[in-house]
Each structure stands twice: as structure tokens, then as C-alpha cells.
């Protein structure tokens, strides 16, 4: 009897966790750009966290953002559908072929190329070379062992009141088991502590997709 009760409970879980990914279903620009993005293995942001950062650029009207990694496009269609027409995305990413297809994604989507700044290079040699204090947001999804440096350069580069967001923030449920020390996944428990200790930050932990880790930096 237990074993069927806790088992119900995983399948309540689970879909659950389906039903919020679910819940805004992507259109046809965002679902050729996923395709794209995972036959070359960028594994993009999923839709409910994709839903979460558009929500977060409409929010804090962001006209200014960074995001590290591109995932072929999805994460920029999500961010600039709730960023002003006129705002622009600064996208970094390391593989060339992997920005070819986010232009691909944004022009399918009907994203004008005047809002879209494409820089090819590590995000730690890139973001040093970025304004500080300029953008509204800086969202990383790239290299999971370098997120602590992609949030001191993120907290550099952010307005007071501007957001900075990371995906994969559970990495496939590793990071509560402490019995995963790998380290992407201690780099990731890091990031953790870091916003978590950071009194200039206000941080959320959302357990959409993989996990989005959010915080707002203070004025």
C-alpha cells in the first residue's frame, strides 16, 4: 500500500511538472528552433522557463538584455516577445553554427534583425568587453562550471533593479542530492549560495523545466 501511495504521488508530480510546461504551448517559429537546437545538442531552455523569461522582460520592461548561450534561437524569441519592439538582445555564444540558427529562429518568428546584436566568442572573454551598468537583464545558459563568473560579470553589467537568470538551476535533479559532486553540478550549488548570500540580490528559485534561478539586483 505504500509503495502505491508514494508512487501515485511521483505521478501527480510529474504531471504536474507536464502541465506547466504545457501550459503556454510554443508555436510552430519556437518548435523548429527546439528541434534545431537539440539535433546539434544545445539543449534550450524549455517552454515554461522560456514563458518565465518573457515574462520577466515584459515585467521590468527590459530594453537592454544579455543572454549567454543562445540555444539556437529559443531563448531569444521568449526573451524579445516580451522585450519593446525597439530593444535589443545581445546574444553570445561560442558556437558560430549555433548563432546561424538562432538568426534562422528569429527571423521565422518575425524578429527584426535590427534588435538582435550576435557576438561569437567565450562568454568570459565577451562579457568583460560589455558596458557596465548597462543592460536590464542578463540571462546564462552556457558553460555550467563558469556560472559563478557569469554572475560577477552579470552583476557588473546589470541596472539597480535589473534581473540576471540562470537555467539549469536543478541540473537534472542533481543538485539536491548531495551525492552528485561533480563540477558542473558544484558550480551550480555555488551560484546558489553566492545569490543566496549576495545582499544586494533578491532571489526566486523556480522549479520550471530544469530549474530557472532568478534574483533582482537592489537599487
Not at 546561424?100 to 534588435?115: N, P, Q, V
Not at 549560495?193 to 523545466?209: H, Q
Request: glycine share 8%.
Amino acid at each position: 500500500m505504500r509503495g502505491s501511495r508514494e508512487e501515485a504521488a511521483i505521478d501527480a508530480i510529474q504531471a504536474t511538472r507536464a502541465y506547466v510546461e504545457d501550459f503556454l504551448p510554443e508555436d510552430e517559429p519556437l518548435r523548429a528552433a527546439r528541434r534545431r537546437g537539440e539535433e546539434v545538442g544545445a539543449s534550450p531552455i524549455g517552454p515554461a522557463g522560456g514563458a518565465a523569461l518573457r515574462f520577466i522582460a515584459a515585467l521590468i520592461g527590459a530594453r537592454t538584455v544579455v543572454e549567454v548561450g543562445s540555444g539556437c534561437g529559443v531563448s531569444g524569441v521568449w526573451l524579445m516577445r516580451g522585450m519593446p519592439r525597439d530593444a535589443v538582445l545581445t546574444s553570445v555564444d561560442i558556437e558560430p553554427d549555433n548563432q546561424r540558427l538562432a538568426k534562422l529562429a528569429y527571423r521565422e518568428a518575425g524578429l527584426s534583425h535590427f534588435r538582435t546584436r550576435m557576438i561569437s566568442g567565450p562568454a568570459l572573454e565577451v562579457l568583460p568587453r560589455l558596458t557596465d551598468g548597462a543592460y536590464d537583464m542578463v540571462f546564462c545558459d552556457a558553460v555550467k562550471r563558469e556560472y559563478p563568473e557569469y554572475l560577477v560579470d552579470a552583476l557588473r553589467l546589470l541596472r539597480p533593479g535589473g534581473v540576471v537568470a540562470f537555467d539549469n538551476a536543478l541540473w537534472h535533479d542533481r543538485v539536491a542530492d548531495a551525492a552528485h559532486r561533480d563540477p558542473d553540478t558544484e558550480a551550480i550549488r555555488e551560484v546558489h549560495r553566492m545569490i543566496r548570500e549576495d545582499e544586494r540580490l533578491v532571489p526566486f528559485l523556480a522549479p520550471v523545466g530544469d530549474g530557472l534561478l532568478c534574483a533582482v539586483k537592489r537599487d
